[in-house]
């Protein structure tokens, strides 16, 4: 016999499946097809990030694609090799290290984004515009459900810090 009215704990944890296995086949999805420009999906993050928001420092990528800083001096430094970014030091603080486009990104992102763009619609066909709607608003929730208890989980860890 199924139960009809699942409890808001067995809800929360069939939500969390849900998210993760989405968002696991999304990734897959998606990694697949940047096989065909050889790029990782960290690697695109770096150059769609630069792309739309200009030429960032290291630790703003970081912060921004939401990857540890280690891993993303890796993904900076793969993608200085393959030539689609590059490395400059700023005038104003020899310290701080600009990373920006360069015109082989560039031109690699202007071709490939709009096939990208494609492809993620494609992942959504069979929502209509409006559940897409819906679902955003929903999604926007959720994440500023977590980022608060996630906030009260570290004050908590911290000792109330």
Do not use: W
Not at 2 to 25: F, P
Not at 38 to 45: D, Q
Not at 131 to 156: A, P
């Amino acid at each position: 016999m199924r139960q009809l009215e699942l409890t808001r704990d067995q809800l929360s944890l069939k939500n969390l499946i849900h998210l993760m296995r989405a968002t696991n086949k999304l990734e897959e999805i998606i990694q697949k097809d940047l096989r065909s420009i050889e790029l990782t999906i960290n690697e695109f993050g770096v150059l769609e990030l630069l792309y739309h928001r200009g030429k960032q420092t290291t630790r703003s990528i970081t912060d921004k694609i939401l990857v540890a800083k280690s891993s993303m001096t890796y993904v900076i430094d793969c993608l200085v090799a393959k030539g689609y970014v590059q490395r400059m030091k700023c005038k104003e603080d020899r310290r701080v290290i600009h990373i920006d486009l360069t015109e082989s990104g560039r031109a690699l992102i202007d071709n490939y984004f709009p096939k990208h763009t494609q492809l993620v619609e494609s992942c959504y066909q069979e929502l209509q515009e409006q559940e897409l709607v819906e679902l955003h608003r929903l999604l926007g929730q959720v994440r500023q459900s977590f980022d608060s208890f996630s906030t009260i989980q570290n004050k908590q860890i911290d000792g109330g810090k």
